[in-house]
């Protein structure tokens, strides 16, 4: 049996479907996803950007992946988390264990960042965020 879950297209108040695939045994939770369970669950899409050019197609690779079982949903979705060390908002020790929660989670730490580092180093960011994409 499979389930279906509507989401709000980016373009439009339309909604799209996606369709939840049940997992006889679930993933394991451990930051990789090399769980057979995955590959039965199709990818979600296609995707369209919400910013900067509202309803055109991504400029980068995204995929997502929706499982559920007895217990939970679970949902597949590659993540870059860039961690200023000098965040006094969110304390680094936050980071550790993200994994758990995050299955596909990839932390890159920057020393003299801080909770705005986005804003602080915009081509430090850019440069990571493109080395990720690959």
């Given at each position: 049996?499979n389930?279906?879950?509507?989401?709000?297209?980016?373009?439009?108040?339309?909604?799209?479907?996606?369709?939840?695939?049940?997992?006889?045994?679930?993933?394991?939770?451990?930051?990789?996803?090399?769980?057979?369970?995955?590959?039965?669950?199709?990818?979600?899409?296609?995707?369209?950007?919400?910013?900067?050019?509202?309803?055109?197609?991504?400029?980068?690779?995204?995929?997502?992946r929706?499982?559920?079982?007895?217990?939970?949903?679970?949902?597949?979705?590659?993540?870059?988390?860039?961690?200023?060390?000098?965040?006094?908002?969110?304390?680094?020790?936050?980071?550790?264990?993200?994994?758990?929660?995050?299955?596909?989670?990839?932390?890159?730490?920057?020393?003299?960042?801080?909770?705005?580092?986005?804003?602080?180093?915009?081509?430090?960011?850019?440069?990571?965020?493109?080395?990720?994409?690959?």
């Open positions: 049996m389930g279906w879950a509507g989401l709000p297209a980016a373009n439009g108040p339309s909604t799209r479907v996606v369709r939840a695939v049940r997992a006889a045994r679930p993933p394991v939770i451990d930051g990789r996803l090399d769980d057979d369970c995955w590959i039965l669950a199709p990818l979600a899409g296609p995707f369209t950007q919400r910013d900067p050019d509202e309803g055109q197609a991504p400029t980068q690779r995204t995929e997502v929706f499982l559920y079982d007895d217990e939970a949903l679970k949902v597949r979705v590659p993540t870059l988390v860039i961690w200023g060390l000098k965040d006094t908002s969110l304390l680094p020790g936050c980071a550790e264990g993200l994994e758990r929660w995050v299955p596909e989670v990839e932390v890159q730490r920057v020393d003299d960042g801080s909770h705005w580092i986005v804003y602080e180093k915009p081509a430090l960011i850019s440069e990571k965020i493109r080395a990720w994409l690959g």
